[in-house]
C-alpha cells in the first residue's frame, strides 16, 4: 500500500517564477492538506482539497493556489516566487472527508529553494 | 486563534533511558484531538500518538505515552526504553473536531538519543 507521495523531491526556482508540486494521496483517501515548512519551524497550513475544492484556507496570500483532480491527487501552485517562500512543502491525505478522520498521513515532502 | 507551544527546543536523552516533551496549547473549544508527530533527519512526519479530547483516559502506544491535562491545556510526550532511531524533532498538533479543521502545529522540540 502506496503512502502519501510528492514529487518533485527537490526545487530550485529564482525570484518571480511559478512552481507546480504534485502530491498523490494514500489508497483509500480523498481530501489532501498542504503545509509550508520553514527551516526549524513547524509546519503551517496552506489549504484543504476535498472533492475537487478547496474547504479551509490557511493564512498565505493568494500566490498560493491548488487544484484537486478527481483521482484526488492534487497541485501545490505558487506564483511569483519570494525568496521568503523557501521551505519544505508538504502534502498530507485522510479518509472519508465525508466523515470526519482527524489523522492525516504525511509524504515526504518537496524542498523548494528560492534564489 | 489556537496556539500550541513547546517550550524545549533541544532535549538529550541516553539510550534505554525515559524522557518527557512537553507540550501545552491554547484553545476555547472543548472537543479536539491532539498529536505528536515525528519527523526523523529523512524528513517523513510520522504520527506518534493521537489522544481526543473527550477520553480522560492517556494514550499510549508501545514506549510512547502521554500525560493530557485538559484543565491545564498540557499534552507532554514520554519516551520510555529510549532507542537511537528515536533521534528526531518532535511536533506537537492540535485540531479542531468537527468537519475540515486543519493542524496547528507547535515549534517542535529536537531530541537527540545518545549511545
Known amino acids: 500500500d502506496a503512502g502519501v507521495t510528492q514529487s518533485p523531491t527537490h526545487l530550485i526556482k529564482t525570484r518571480g517564477q511559478q512552481v507546480t508540486l504534485r502530491c498523490s494521496p494514500k489508497?483509500?483517501?480523498?481530501?489532501v492538506s498542504w503545509y509550508q515548512q520553514a527551516l526549524g519551524q513547524g509546519p503551517q497550513f496552506i489549504f484543504q482539497y476535498y472533492e475537487e475544492e478547496e474547504r479551509q484556507r490557511g493564512n498565505f496570500p493568494d500566490r498560493f493556489s491548488g487544484h484537486q483532480f478527481p483521482n484526488y491527487s492534487s497541485e501545490l501552485n505558487v506564483n511569483a516566487l519570494l525568496l521568503g517562500d523557501s521551505a519544505l512543502y508538504l502534502c498530507?491525505?485522510?479518509?472519508?472527508?465525508?466523515?470526519?478522520?482527524?489523522?492525516?498521513?504525511f509524504g515526504p515532502g518537496t524542498r523548494l529553494l528560492v534564489l | 486563534a489556537q496556539t500550541v507551544t513547546q517550550s524545549q527546543p533541544e532535549m538529550s536523552v541516553q539510550e534505554a533511558e525515559t524522557v518527557t516533551l512537553s507540550c501545552t496549547y491554547d484553545?476555547?473549544?472543548?472537543?479536539?484531538?491532539l498529536f505528536w508527530y515525528k519527523q526523523p533527519p529523512s524528513r517523513q512526519m510520522i504520527l506518534v500518538i493521537r489522544?481526543?479530547?473527550?477520553?480522560?483516559q492517556n494514550a499510549t502506544e508501545n514506549r510512547f505515552s502521554v500525560n493530557f491535562q485538559k484543565a491545564a491545556k498540557s499534552f507532554s510526550l514520554k519516551i520510555s526504553d529510549s532507542q537511537l532511531g528515536d533521534t528526531a524533532m518532535y511536533f506537537c498538533?492540535?485540531?479542531?473536531?468537527?468537519?475540515?479543521?486543519?493542524?496547528?502545529f507547535g515549534p517542535g522540540t529536537r531530541l537527540s538519543v545518545l549511545p
Open positions: 489522544q481526543e479530547a473527550y477520553k480522560q
Open positions: 484553545t476555547s473549544e472543548s472537543n479536539y484531538y
Open positions: 498538533a492540535f485540531m479542531e473536531a468537527f468537519y475540515g479543521q486543519n493542524f496547528v
Open positions: 489508497s483509500g483517501h480523498d481530501t
Open positions: 498530507a491525505s485522510s479518509p472519508r472527508g465525508d466523515t470526519w478522520q482527524e489523522t492525516q498521513y
